[in-house]
Structures are given as C-alpha cells and as structure tokens.
C-alpha cells in the first residue's frame, strides 16, 4: 500500500463514518442479498449492534493503515474469531464485494475510480492477512 491509496481511503472513510448506521445497513443488505446463507453467521441477531462494530474495526483498522506492525496482529486475532463463527475463505470475496458496492451506494460520485481501487487494494491486503491467520 502506498501513501496515496491510504490516503484515499482515510479521506472517504471520514465521510462514510458520517453516514455509518446507513453504510452498515447497506453493507449487511448487501451481504444478504450476495448470500442468505450468511444471516446464519449472526446469531446474537441485532444488526444495529453489529454494524457498529464493523464500523469501529474498520475505523481502527483504517487507521493503523500505515502501522501494519500494529495492525496486522488485530487481523490476525480477528480472523481467529471469525474462524469459530463459521466464517470461511469464501466468505471474504462477498463481504469485500459487499463493501466496494456499498462504499458505491454510499458515497455515491465521492466514490472515484481512484477511491474505488484504493480500497479494494486495501482490501485485499487485509484479506489476504485474514485468510493465511485463518489457516484454511
């Protein structure tokens, strides 16, 4: 990741966090729409309490961007839990889908191209991180 995509994506994340219980209820729509099956991951049922937790991990982790010493072990540990909620590898290719078309839905022409790749770039690298952590 270089300065500028990380750049990108803190300066687009600020105005999605101003629009956050919209963005999070998009994003889950999204990733029920892509598959129902997933609803089954979510046990304790309350999605407003849960998309603010995707909100605060995806704000903490945007923020360590540039800190991937820090950030990577988060990651990691995140990934670990996830594997005990049922989440697999496949898994990460609908929610990272998910979030780039509800970063779209969301942002709207604040949404670039530039922006677009810069997140699906960061993205990956945190998938990636995610995925060799969860030992599929």
Do not use: C
Not at 37 to 53: E, H, I, N, V
Not at 84 to 105: K, M, P
């Amino acid at each position: 990741m270089d300065q500028m995509t990380i750049t990108l994506v803190r300066h687009s994340w600020q105005k999605v966090e101003q629009i956050a219980p919209q963005a999070s209820a998009i994003f889950y729509e999204n990733v029920f729409t892509a598959d129902p099956s997933l609803k089954s991951l979510f046990k304790q049922g309350d999605m407003t309490a849960q998309g603010q937790k995707l909100m605060q991990m995806i704000g903490v982790a945007i923020s360590k961007l540039d800190e991937l010493d820090v950030l990577v072990p988060v990651l990691e540990n995140l990934a670990k839990r996830h594997v005990g909620y049922g989440v697999q590898q496949v898994h990460y290719q609908i929610i990272g889908d998910s979030l780039i078309q509800a970063l779209d839905q969301g942002l709207g022409s604040d949404f670039t191209p530039d922006v677009k790749n810069a997140w699906i770039t960061v993205y990956g690298v945190m998938a990636d991180v995610m995925i060799s952590a969860s030992k599929y």
